[in-house]
T-cell receptor, first 117, second 114 residues
């Protein structure tokens, strides 16, 4: 059981380049999230999804796009990378509140470190 | 607005001594509170949660946390610290059933000194 898997784990971009981070979960979770972690700022929610085909903005969505074409995958895209997007990105997933299996917790991937030069 | 505050960026404690990592929150409605731990170059791992019921909740690795409604606090505690407890600790509050969104504190780096 792999849990939540993020690819790639490391990436260096030049300003203006585009890229996509892939998150895959094998726990049949309905909800998926993308966070960024910056020193002294904790984790901030970028976008999230409550189900296949649906996405919503979080706290810091500007400069990012997401897609959830399959229940198990959640993609985070940067169309034109900026140095301010240098960060560690975490994907997380959870069951839907109200489901019998719901425990409230989030399950995290191991992170993707992105550097934009 | 929902928020979580961790007033200490860094906590140092000697091995074997009790440890406390502080967290205060501000939410509308009933709070759903969580503690997560992050080891170097790893994702966050769930430690414990408070949803309802007893104010003292017990979690993984011997950690516990006390919910104090009057002080709006949810401090993480452990009676006897281990060197292996050294990590980054995050307090989080869940807001709303729709979206199951979490707000995280800025994190507290715990160092247990041998």
């Amino acid at each position: 059981n792999a849990g939540v898997t993020q690819t790639p784990k490391f990436r260096v971009l030049k300003t203006g380049q585009s890229m996509t981070l892939l998150c895959a979960q094998d726990m049949n979770h309905e909800y998926m999230y993308w966070y960024r972690q910056d020193p002294g700022m904790g984790l901030r929610l970028i976008h999230y999804s409550v189900g296949e085909g649906t996405t919503a903005k979080g706290e810091v969505p500007d400069g990012y796009n997401v897609s959830r074409l399959k229940k198990q995958n959640f993609l985070l895209g940067l169309e034109s990378a900026a140095p301010s997007q240098t960060s560690v990105y975490f994907c997380a997933s959870s069951y839907e509140p109200g489901r019998r299996k719901y425990t409230g917790e989030l399950f995290f991937g191991e992170g993707s470190r992105l550097t934009v030069l | 607005a929902q928020s979580v505050a961790q007033p200490e960026d860094q906590v140092n404690v000697a091995e074997g001594n009790p440890l406390t990592v502080k967290c205060t929150y501000s939410v509308s409605g009933n709070p759903y509170l969580f503690w997560y731990v992050q080891y170097p170059n790893r994702g966050l791992q769930f430690l414990l949660k408070y949803i309802t019921g007893d104010n003292l909740v017990k979690g993984s690795y011997g950690f516990e946390a006390e919910f104090n409604k009057s002080q709006t606090s949810f401090h993480l505690k452990k009676p006897s610290a281990l060197v292996s407890d050294s990590a980054l600790y995050f307090c989080a509050v869940r807001v709303g059933n729709t979206g199951n969104q979490f707000y995280f504190g800025t994190g507290t780096s715990l160092t247990v000194i041998p």
